[in-house]
């Protein structure tokens, strides 16, 4: 089985990056931007990052495009397209990038939704959540492409139900 551990919008939050990471013992970790954190952070040691519009002190890539385990990830912050109005740009990108699933943060709303058999999921804020009172993130786990499994997860560790769900790509 595959683990994904997808993070967004920590704002210069470090214990609770490295807590998450140790907990869930993912097979990959992703961040989608705004850590506002440096490149070197021991908090991003081994974690797939992209540069979120309050990220001014590392060198982060703008976006990043990943295969793990048969399955193409493509890994934005999301202001660049504009996710706050709607995912059209992104989606377009992610359709030149040939990307199975989509991860963007920057509106802090935690949420998945399977369009044109992709998947588009922003984790939410471990910080600033808005829209919902957790502080969460994702994990995706899958064995094939068949059944993945999306779970939202708050900070302290609980299942987020209502946003988890299973589906296939």
Same mark, same amino acid.
């Given at each position: 089985m595959t683990k994904v551990v997808i993070l967004s919008d920590s704002h210069g939050l470090t214990k609770e990056i490295q807590?998450?990471?140790n907990r869930e013992k993912a097979d990959f970790v992703i961040h989608c931007g705004d850590s506002e954190l440096r490149e070197d952070a021991k908090e991003l040691e081994n974690v797939i990052t992209v540069a979120g519009n309050c990220d001014f002190n590392g060198k982060f890539p703008n976006e990043q495009k990943k295969e793990i385990n048969g399955l193409t990830f493509f890994v934005v912050h999301g202001h660049l397209h504009n996710v706050k109005m709607n995912l059209m740009n992104l989606? %377009?990108?992610? +359709?030149e990038k040939s990307a199975?699933? @989509?991860?963007?943060g920057h509106s802090h709303i935690a949420g998945a939704e399977k369009v044109n058999q992709k998947l588009f999921l922003n984790p939410g804020s471990i910080r600033l959540p808005r /829209?919902?009172? +957790?502080? /969460? %993130?994702?994990?995706? /786990?899958?064995? /094939?492409?068949? +059944?993945?499994? @999306?779970d939202f997860i708050t900070l302290e560790g609980k299942k987020v139900e209502e946003l988890s769900f299973v589906t296939s790509l």
């Open positions: 807590h998450i990471k989606a %377009y990108s992610a +359709e199975d699933i @989509v991860c963007f /829209t919902r009172s +957790e502080k /969460t %993130y994702a994990i995706i /786990t899958w064995e /094939t492409n068949e +059944e993945i499994a @999306v």
